[in-house]
C-alpha cells in the first residue's frame, strides 16, 4: 500500500458528511454523486498544456486533492494529499467513421462513470477524446464530494487562464 503525503487534514462540511454516508451504500450501484461534464473543443489544441493546467489546477487547490477516510474514533476526515497526479487518458477516434466515433466516444464517457474510492485522492479524472484534427471532446468526470455547481464555472475559467499562460 502506497504512503499518502498528507498536508493537511480537514473537517467535513455537514454537505460532505452526508454525501460521504450516501456513497458508502452504492456498492454494485452507479453513484448518483458522481458528476460528469463533456466540452466540445474545435481548433488547434495543445495537449501536453492542456494537461499541465489541469495539473496545475490539481495542484493548487488543496480540495482537488482531498481524500475521505475515517479517524479510530469512526469520526470521517479529509485528507488534504500532495503530490497526487492527474488521472489523464487520451483516446484517439479520429480515423473511425463519424457514426462510429460518437458510439465509442459515448462508451468511452460512459465507462469514466465508474465510481470512485473516496479514500484515494484524487476524485475526478479526465479523458480527452480526439475526434478529429482540430475536434477533441474532453471528459471531466469528479465526485460531488470535492465540486459542487457553484464552483464549477469558477474552475472552468481559471482552467482558461492557466492554459492561455501555457499551463503553468
Same mark, same amino acid.
Given at each position: 500500500?502506497?504512503?499518502?503525503?498528507?498536508? /493537511?487534514?480537514? +473537517?467535513? %462540511? +455537514?454537505?460532505?458528511?452526508?454525501?460521504? =454516508?450516501?456513497a458508502?451504500?452504492?456498492?454494485?450501484?452507479?453513484?448518483?454523486?458522481v &458528476?460528469?461534464g463533456?466540452?466540445?473543443?474545435? *481548433?488547434?489544441l495543445?495537449?501536453? $498544456?492542456?494537461? !499541465?493546467? @489541469?495539473?496545475?489546477?490539481?495542484?493548487?487547490?488543496? !480540495?482537488?486533492?482531498?481524500? =475521505?477516510?475515517?479517524?479510530?474514533?469512526?469520526?470521517?476526515?479529509?485528507?488534504?494529499? !500532495?503530490?497526487?497526479?492527474?488521472?489523464w487518458? #487520451? #483516446?484517439?477516434?479520429?480515423?473511425? +467513421?463519424?457514426?462510429?466515433?460518437?458510439?465509442?466516444?459515448?462508451?468511452?464517457?460512459?465507462?469514466?462513470?465508474?465510481?470512485?474510492? +473516496? #479514500?484515494?485522492?484524487?476524485?475526478?479524472?479526465?479523458?480527452? $477524446?480526439?475526434? *478529429?484534427? /482540430?475536434? =477533441?471532446?474532453? $471528459?471531466?468526470?469528479?465526485?460531488?464530494?470535492?465540486?459542487d455547481? @457553484?464552483? &464549477?464555472?469558477?474552475?472552468?475559467?481559471?482552467? %482558461? #487562464?492557466?492554459?492561455?499562460?501555457?499551463? /503553468?
Amino acid at each position: 500500500m502506497t504512503q499518502l503525503k498528507i498536508e /493537511d487534514i480537514w +473537517p467535513l %462540511s +455537514p454537505l460532505q458528511e452526508g454525501l460521504l =454516508f450516501h456513497a458508502g451504500y452504492t456498492e454494485g450501484e452507479p453513484d448518483v454523486y458522481v &458528476l460528469q461534464g463533456a466540452m466540445e473543443l474545435r *481548433g488547434t489544441l495543445d495537449v501536453p $498544456v492542456l494537461r !499541465s493546467s @489541469w495539473q496545475a489546477l490539481l495542484d493548487r487547490h488543496s !480540495s482537488l486533492r482531498a481524500a =475521505f477516510q475515517r479517524r479510530g474514533t469512526g469520526d470521517p476526515v479529509q485528507l488534504i494529499v !500532495s503530490g497526487v497526479t492527474l488521472p489523464w487518458r #487520451e #483516446e484517439d477516434l479520429s480515423g473511425l +467513421p463519424e457514426a462510429d466515433q460518437e458510439a465509442e466516444a459515448t462508451r468511452l464517457a460512459n465507462a469514466e462513470k465508474d465510481g470512485f474510492n +473516496p #479514500e484515494l485522492a484524487p476524485l475526478l479524472r479526465l479523458l480527452l $477524446v480526439r475526434l *478529429g484534427r /482540430d475536434r =477533441f471532446r474532453l $471528459v471531466v468526470t469528479m465526485h460531488h464530494l470535492v465540486m459542487d455547481g @457553484w464552483s &464549477l464555472p469558477v474552475l472552468f475559467g481559471e482552467l %482558461s #487562464e492557466v492554459y492561455a499562460a501555457g499551463g /503553468d
